[in-house]
């Protein structure tokens, strides 16, 4: 895949990580191993990878 897919993968990526990292700071890191599955699920979802 190239071109718009690849940016759109990095935007979704960039999206799901910075939902996660806001998520961390909330909950003091709380729950991080949680957060980093949830992560990896919502990019296998949206973005394939």
């Known amino acids: ?5 690849d940016m ?3 935007a979704s990526d960039a999206g ?5 990292d806001a998520v961390e700071d909330r909950t003091g890191g ?3 191993g949680q957060i ?3 992560e ?3 990019d296998q979802r ?4």
């Open 36 to 38: 980093d599955k949830a």
């Open 8 to 10: 759109a993968e990095k």
């Open 16 to 20: 799901i990580e910075k939902a996660g």
């Open 40 to 42: 990896d699920a919502a």
């Open 46 to 49: 949206i973005g394939g990878e």
């Open 30 to 32: 709380k729950g991080a």
């Open 1 to 5: 895949m190239g071109g718009l897919g």
